[in-house]
């Protein structure tokens, strides 16, 4: 059997799915779970984008719009660009894959972090690409030590700013630097996840640079949005490069009710910053919380915080799922003793902050 | 600029996104447009799958579940097969690219035939691997022609059955010859995209072989369950198989939507045997209106019509396109003087005759 198999395929650690809140809660015999292991918005879906998904339900017997016509004129609008600048994907991951296809050969490097988000690595072994990852420095993605490991090989360069799982950012001076020194045959990818969350003042406006350097922005209706169920996320670079990547999508990537749902949230500004404002206040007070427990966090830039646990991180995950409350453990981003939280509703945050008090006591 | 993209993707056709109906509406000014191109459900959505979907909505803020647990159970249990003999997929395109890349090394080889759906041909190209693409006999996949291009390189052998742009299909007994012949190291899909259209006593179930042969049976939710603009298909084989198909399968690459819909949709038998038989009386009504217009055509057993064209069929498509009805003109695969045409309703077949005549007079 295995030799019919890809090599590089056979070598890939399976993916286990996580079970859904349903079989939790069945499992453990609870009756209310929360879940603040995705990053999700924990107000829901914008509601003027589920107005927009009822208004189209009729219609999902046929085949999407696969350029993406209404809602790449209203975000090209939006974010005062031209739709030649944008593509569209089955959330950004499926986006990594078609710049991972569209720019690199199988022989050429691709160099990300160690500790980061996990696609950008196990997407280039799927495509049996090279994977450098370089160490974080404080948490951080250490832009001069992925410097050095630039070399003739070298095409895509993955920051993911804010980084999740850290929450930490690369600031714009420091990218600016960066960039600089780049060679031509480099292009530099970075994911903007969740750049609708960011409090400082010195984090990078990256689109600026689409038509100075080989820069891709990625960003996505997953987070501040509200839609990780629908799978949209998009790319802005310059038209030259969307041409290409246009090539490499299939034509019917994005579906129906994820297109205008994305209208509805761009119109949605109401709903974006009641989303942005929970998640800063939700970050002080856990915060404060969290001190008040003598634990010890990295601050963050995005909706989740990385805490250290002065225990194995596997026992504390689970002993909080049992009291109903679904974190993330760190070890699977390869990291000890961590686990990730995303930043809830007030009630949600002081759950979790309850729960940990217990867990932490036993 | 070129520089940096990859040689496989430099020559790749650009995809030319169709218009959306709107716009179509607005360019001709028409108020009624009909279309009968991309072989959708006329009726629709299966009325349980919008059930579905509603109930659903306010957790698209949720990433969709990973495994696909419900409906893979749901399913499972309707086909009588075990949930380790299904993936699911981002319509069945995305499960075209998931098998390439689980089972094909770069300088291996993949076998389809000239005429058939365009994906097979394009994906592998966007992959960088060598398509081999066998003429059809009579409209038909000529399988001993397939089998004898059959090398140590190939490891993929695409058919469509039946096949699309023609409504043909091969039976049981020459798959059942073909697959006794073929070697080993080389799987073969069966995309089976139209089989609730098929109304013939000898087509194969596929389904039967994939413990036996190297086989993969892909099906769809697009076409008779009315769900094209939600993207869901999936892959039946054996689990040694889809063990290594999930490692390459994108975590959440089926929406949150499309998973409940499709669980409603199986449990929609009416809605599928109303389809089925609009379908089938449909295609008789066509059948006959194009012999009173002295039209030659390619017999059926899918939910289109493949109709020779006695003028340049590009001239016919725009002018049916100006009187509102939209068909496929099958230039873009390779064939001249031909239109496809999907069976609608009853309402939309006249229409569709009646433009047809008008046209063909002038």
Same mark, same amino acid.
């Given at each position: 059997?295995?030799?019919?198999?890809?090599?590089?395929?056979?070598?890939?650690?399976?993916?286990?799915?996580?079970?859904?809140?349903?079989?939790?809660?069945?499992?453990?015999?609870?009756?209310?779970?929360?879940? /603040?292991?995705?990053?999700?918005?924990?107000?829901?879906?914008?509601?003027?984008?589920?107005?927009?998904?009822?208004?189209?339900?009729?219609?999902?017997?046929?085949?999407? +719009?696969?350029?993406?016509?209404?809602?790449?004129?209203?975000?090209?609008? $939006?974010?005062?660009?031209?739709?030649?600048?944008?593509?569209?994907?089955?959330?950004?991951?499926?986006?990594? +894959?078609?710049?991972?296809?569209?720019?690199?050969?199988?022989?050429?490097?691709?160099?990300?972090?160690?500790? #980061?988000?996990?696609?950008?690595?196990?997407?280039?072994?799927?495509?049996?690409?090279?994977?450098?990852?370089?160490?974080? @420095?404080?948490?951080?993605?250490?832009?001069?030590?992925?410097?050095?490991?630039?070399?003739?090989?070298?095409?895509?360069?993955?920051?993911?700013?804010?980084?999740?799982?850290?929450?930490? %950012?690369?600031?714009?001076?420091?990218?600016?630097?960066?960039?600089? +020194?780049?060679?031509?045959?480099?292009?530099?990818?970075?994911?903007?996840?969740?750049?609708?969350?960011?409090?400082?003042?010195?984090?990078?406006?990256?689109?600026?640079?689409?038509? $100075?350097?080989?820069?891709?922005? /990625? @960003?996505?209706?997953?987070?501040?949005?509200?839609?990780?169920?629908?799978?949209?996320? %998009?790319?802005?670079?310059?038209?030259?490069?969307?041409?290409?990547?246009? @090539?490499?999508?299939?034509?019917?990537?994005?579906?129906?009710?994820?297109?205008?749902?994305?209208?509805?949230?761009?119109?949605?500004?109401?709903? /974006?910053?009641? #989303?942005?404002?929970?998640?800063?206040?939700?970050?002080? %007070?856990?915060?404060?919380?969290?001190?008040?427990?003598?634990?010890?966090?990295?601050?963050?830039?995005?909706?989740?915080?990385?805490?250290?646990?002065?225990?194995?991180?596997?026992?504390?995950?689970?002993?909080?799922?049992?009291?109903?409350?679904?974190?993330?453990?760190?070890?699977?981003?390869?990291?000890?003793?961590?686990?990730?939280?995303?930043?809830? #509703?007030?009630?949600?945050?002081?759950?979790?902050?309850?729960?940990?008090?217990?867990?932490?006591?036993?």
């Amino acid at each position: 059997m295995q030799h019919l198999i890809r090599k590089n395929i056979l070598g890939l650690s399976p993916y286990i799915p996580g079970k859904p809140m349903e079989e939790v809660k069945r499992e453990f015999g609870l009756k209310q779970v929360i879940k /603040l292991a995705s990053n999700e918005n924990p107000l829901g879906p914008s509601p003027k984008a589920v107005v927009a998904v009822k208004r189209a339900l009729k219609q999902i017997n046929r085949y999407p +719009d696969g350029s993406c016509f209404y809602l790449k004129n209203a975000l090209a609008k $939006k974010l005062r660009l031209k739709k030649e600048n944008l593509i569209f994907g089955n959330g950004s991951d499926e986006l990594i +894959d078609i710049i991972i296809k569209t720019f690199t050969e199988e022989e050429e490097e691709i160099i990300t972090a160690d500790i #980061t988000f996990l696609e950008y690595s196990i997407i280039s072994k799927v495509n049996n690409r090279k994977i450098i990852t370089v160490p974080l @420095k404080y948490f951080r993605y250490d832009l001069e030590a992925m410097k050095s490991k630039i070399n003739k090989k070298t095409k895509l360069i993955f920051i993911a700013n804010p980084n999740n799982p850290t929450g930490t %950012y690369v600031n714009k001076y420091e990218v600016l630097d960066f960039l600089k +020194d780049i060679p031509r045959h480099v292009l530099v990818v970075f994911d903007e996840a969740y750049d609708l969350f960011v409090d400082v003042e010195d984090f990078p406006n990256s689109v600026e640079w689409i038509n $100075k350097y080989n820069v891709i922005v /990625l @960003k996505t209706f997953s987070k501040a949005a509200g839609l990780a169920g629908l799978r949209i996320g %998009y790319a802005i670079t310059r038209p030259e490069f969307i041409r290409y990547l246009e @090539k490499v999508r299939q034509p019917f990537n994005v579906n129906s009710l994820a297109q205008v749902a994305a209208q509805g949230a761009i119109s949605d500004g109401k709903f /974006l910053m009641k #989303t942005r404002q929970l998640v800063l206040a939700g970050k002080q %007070y856990l915060y404060a919380a969290l001190e008040r427990l003598g634990m010890v966090y990295v601050p963050t830039v995005a909706n989740f915080i990385l805490i250290n646990t002065p225990l194995d991180s596997t026992a504390i995950f689970r002993e909080m799922l049992r009291c109903g409350v679904i974190v993330r453990d760190m070890k699977e981003y390869g990291m000890k003793d961590f686990i990730r939280v995303t930043i809830g #509703t007030q009630r949600e945050n002081e759950r979790f902050i309850n729960v940990l008090r217990k867990v932490m006591r036993k």
